[in-house]
């Protein structure tokens, strides 16, 4: 179980019903002790007075009279009287149980007040002599009265429906308070997760802030680190960016410096002004990669357009074909299905021209680049894989080449690498698009990068 919300919602709602159960139970016990002590008291006070009214009634008007009384009184009394003589015999010839002549036989015996119990049901036996002398035992059967020990009395279904119904309050009250308690936590997770996921203005919200707890502090000191970071991403790429417009000038009269020597050059300086000349357009590409770079991580809105992505993979696998057979290679498409996306066309371009010609740069010579567009009906995504019979790269390396200026040991030589932006400007792009990079070695050598686009 890995919910935080679900342990602390368990954990609770089990706590609180053990709780609710105990103080029911506890409060049956105490109620019914208290309920047994309260009855003996009331017993041993009115069955006196109860039973010397009884045998005074027997005592002037006979079996008639105290006939006559039961017949008008019994049915609003709480118990059943039965009143014997010294003999043991019932005074009205009435049959009785064995608790009855129990009770009457205790109370013979020892001349008082006795009660006898038998589950729920008692029995009170009042000896007394009358004022003609004679002895006499009036027995009450107490008729039973719903007390605490009703509860456990009660049909299945309707203490499965009490139980059901406390489950079901402890359950919400539990529900609230985990609520209560995990809520910012999943505030400061979702918070994190944008974080990551490069929306630097990520913030756990005002909610959590008000609490006033440890979790407040929490979410206080995350809102903070989450600024330093935004912050020093902000200075970072404003940074770049400016660097990379002053080294616009200087590379501009660099060129127009270069262009009026070879003017004026020798065969012998023909071959020097060649090598500045690539690394004045080595650089100027880098540039060009930085500003684009600056220009995606800060967010700037893109034009955006519905157009066939099939299309836009044919132009840039025919380009980069045309290019890699002057270098004994070669770059096919092996499946393509009709997909059309919504997005910036020069921008895909730009990320899927990217991962084909770092393709066509690693894989060997008298090899061919593998490219494929599926779209699954079920399927949201477009997705666009790109394959080469290179040397492929370290498992360490993989989680890494979209690093910008990152480069694997195989890259190293700046006769084969690029700039090292290339794939950075690419994880950007899709990113910006919702949609995620990822790369794998391919079972049968080279590098295999997956390009994952929402369709429409």
Sequence with gaps: MRSLFLKIFLWFWLAMLLVSLTLLISGYISESRSSQVRDEKMDRTMTPLIADNFVEIYDTQGKPGLTAFLEHAESGMPWKPFLFDARGEEVLGRIVSPEIRETFQLAMRNKQTEIV??????????????????E?????????????QALLRAPSLVQLLRFVTIALIVGLISLWITRHITSPIFQLRQAANQLAKGNLAAR????????????????????????????LMASQQRLLADI??????????????????????????????????????????????????ARMESGDTIAREDFSLDALVKEVAEDADFEARSRNRSVRITDIAACRVHGNLDLLRSAIENVVRNAVNYTAENTEVLASLTCEEDSPFADIRVTDHG?????????????????VEVARDRNTGGTGLGLSITERAIRSHGGLVQAQNSLDAGLQILLRLPRI
């Excluded at 005002?206 to 912050?231: C, G, H, V, W």
């Excluded at 498992?395 to 200026?405: E, R, S, V």
Aim: aromatic share 8%; glycine share 8%.
């Design 117 to 134: 119990h038998h589950g729920n049901q008692r029995w009170v036996g009042q000896w007394l002599m009358s004022n003609s002398g004679k």
């Design 136 to 148: 006499y035992v009036l027995v009450l059967q107490l008729k039973p009265f719903p007390g605490p």
């Design 244 to 293: 990379s417009h002053e080294l616009r000038s200087p590379l501009a009269r660099l060129s127009v410096a270069l262009g009026l020597a070879r003017r004026s050059s020798t065969p012998e300086s023909a071959s020097a002004l060649n090598r500045i000349e690539r690394e004045a357009q080595r650089l100027n590409e880098l540039i060009g990669g930085l500003l684009q770079l």
């Design 391 to 407: 040397p492929g790269v370290s498992d360490a390396a993989l989680a890494n080449i979209f690093q910008p200026f990152y480069r």
């Design 204 to 231: 756990v919200g005002p909610n959590s802030l008000q609490r006033n707890d440890e979790l407040a502090d929490l979410s206080k000191d995350f809102d903070y680190m989450a600024t330093q970071i935004e912050t």
